[in-house]
């Protein structure tokens, strides 16, 4: 068959041809795009950042991307996010400034053989602002929480080592003052202690080595208190018995400072407030230190005397009571007085009487 024929049959109604080809490719088109099903998965999306820059606007407002993908249905039953990686790529960027990048999407070597395949991301393209990478050593704060026992208080916390380096956006890093720990509990504690936590970030934009731990120190110690007391009484010691005391004041009010359990567990009645007299011998008024006295781990944070005075005089003299019965001789009437008679003396007459007459005999 020549050659001219040939171009001639083409070009003969070429016109009728070309729509003819052009349906049929329609028709393909069609019949190949209705063949295939759709599913559509939510893939994270990665920054790269291998250059000197790094995304200064938060990625968590775009953490995802929708992925639509157009497979067989026996293939599209095998595909899920995991066989898809999405990211934008900032690494060719070295200036601080906004720029709009594409999310590109890396399907796995399976996904890749699958045909036909489409694939598809909403959005395509993200918006970020990037700035210059810095680093450097941000100190620790170590959170504290709960209440120690009664009686104890949080003298000092310490954290070892003292900082950590943190990554990110230069404006970031340097605005950033602290980085918090873990929380340390110190409800019920009594003594010093310590405990190994990691520190905690919540900035997504930085980078922290949050695996690192650090070593928080409590150190607990017995809480102060002070309290004050009033109306003790003063007592006098050593005074001879011939003298008697009057003090000025004669009573006074103190504060005792101590660990906050002996103070609470501290009585009045322990406290014995004394001025000694021994060394007087004589009438007068005399100004004398006070003592005190007493038992319990606390001392004295302040009273209100310090010196007594004390007038010294002699106790009055009782005048003896005297029995006016003592010296006193009942009078008793004579004939009431008994009298020892003799055996041959004469009988006594009554008075007015004559005495018989002697009988005589012969």
């Given amino acids: 068959m020549s050659v001219k024929p040939f171009l001639e049959k083409i070009s003969h109604d070429w016109l009728a041809k070309v729509v003819c080809f052009a349906l ?9 795009f209705n063949s295939l099903d759709k599913k559509t998965m939510i893939v ?20 995802a991307v929708k992925v639509t993908v157009r497979a067989h249905r026996d293939q599209l039953a095998t595909i899920s996010e995991s066989d898809f990686h999405a990211y934008v790529d900032i690494s060719d960027k070295a200036r601080d400034g906004t720029y709009s990048f594409p999310v590109l999407i890396e399907p796995n070597d399976r ?29 620790v704060r170590p959170v504290i929480s ?5 009686g104890y208080h949080q003298a000092a916390v310490t954290v070892v080592p003292s900082t950590v380096l943190v990554r990110g956006p230069r404006g970031l890093v340097e605005s950033l003052k602290e980085i918090p720990s873990e929380t340390v509990s110190v409800e019920g504690a009594q003594k010093t202690f310590s405990r190994d936590v990691h520190v905690v970030n919540d900035n997504a934009m930085l ?13 607990l110690v017995a809480a102060e208190l002070e309290r004050s007391f009033t109306g003790i009484g003063i007592a006098v010691t050593g005074l001879a018995e011939q003298f008697e005391a009057v003090l000025q004041p004669s009573t006074l009010s103190l504060s005792v400072e101590g660990a906050m359990l002996d103070v609470e567990a501290f009585e009045q009645e322990s406290i014995r407030a004394e001025v000694d007299c021994s060394q007087i011998s004589e009438a007068g008024k005399f100004e004398l230190p006070l003592a005190l006295n007493f038992a319990g781990n606390v001392y004295i944070a302040g009273q209100s005397v ?35 008679v003799p055996a041959d003396a004469p009988e006594k007459l009554p008075e007015g009487s004559e005495p018989a007459a002697e009988e005589v005999t012969e």
């Fill in 24 to 32: 049929a490719l329609v028709l393909y088109i069609f019949f190949r």
């Fill in 44 to 63: 994270p999306v990665e920054v790269r950042e291998t250059g000197s820059m790094t995304a200064v606007t938060n990625v968590g407002r775009v953490k």
């Fill in 111 to 139: 996904v890749m053989l699958m045909e036909p395949l489409e694939i598809g991301t909403k959005p395509d393209t993200i918006e970020l602002t990037l700035e210059e990478k810095y680093f450097r050593q941000v100190p």
């Fill in 146 to 150: 709960g209440t120690p026992l009664h």
């Fill in 207 to 219: 980078t922290v080595d949050t695996q690192t731990q650090v070593r928080v120190g409590v150190q």
């Fill in 306 to 340: 310090q010196n007594v005075s004390v007038e010294v005089k002699l106790k009055p003299v009782e005048e003896e009571s005297v029995d006016d019965n003592i010296n006193t001789v009942e009078e008793v009437p004579a004939e009431d007085v008994p009298v020892d």
